[in-house]
């Protein structure tokens, strides 16, 4: 059974970085798509980012509101992807959520718990 963890949330200031971690088990993950997304107080769950293994490279795409500022890898080893997010602003809080769905499939089958991270001005 795939399983999703997410790590590293926390409460940094306006400007500040942080990285996220997502690990799976229960599989390889360069079999998924892997894509975060984020859920602020209030609002619908919106799309940050996603993932994907082409062979032995990452093709990444992202929400036009956080290009250049966010980054996802991966690391196939540990089973895991990572969200580095820099210049984070007050409107990047949310709880992230890290998703995978197994190709070809359309949907996001798996997700995790959860991590949130907040940002003070």
């Not at 079999?31 to 799309?47: H, I, L, M, S, T």
């Not at 890290?98 to 089958?109: G, H, K, L, N, Q």
């Amino acid at each position: 059974q795939v399983q999703l963890v997410e790590s590293g949330g926390g409460l940094v200031q306006a400007g500040d970085s942080l990285r996220l971690s997502c690990t799976l088990s229960g599989g390889s993950i360069s079999n998924y798509d892997v894509a975060w997304f984020r859920q602020a107080p209030g609002k619908e769950r919106e799309f940050v980012g996603t993932m994907s293994w082409i062979g032995l490279s990452l093709t990444a795409t992202y929400r036009d509101s956080v290009k250049g500022r966010f980054t996802m890898s991966g690391d196939s080893f540990k089973n895991t992807v990572y969200l580095q997010m820099n210049r984070l602003k007050p409107e990047d809080t949310a709880v992230y959520y890290c998703a995978a769905r197994a190709r070809p499939s359309d949907e996001y089958t798996y997700w995790g718990q959860g991590t949130q991270v907040t940002v003070s001005s």
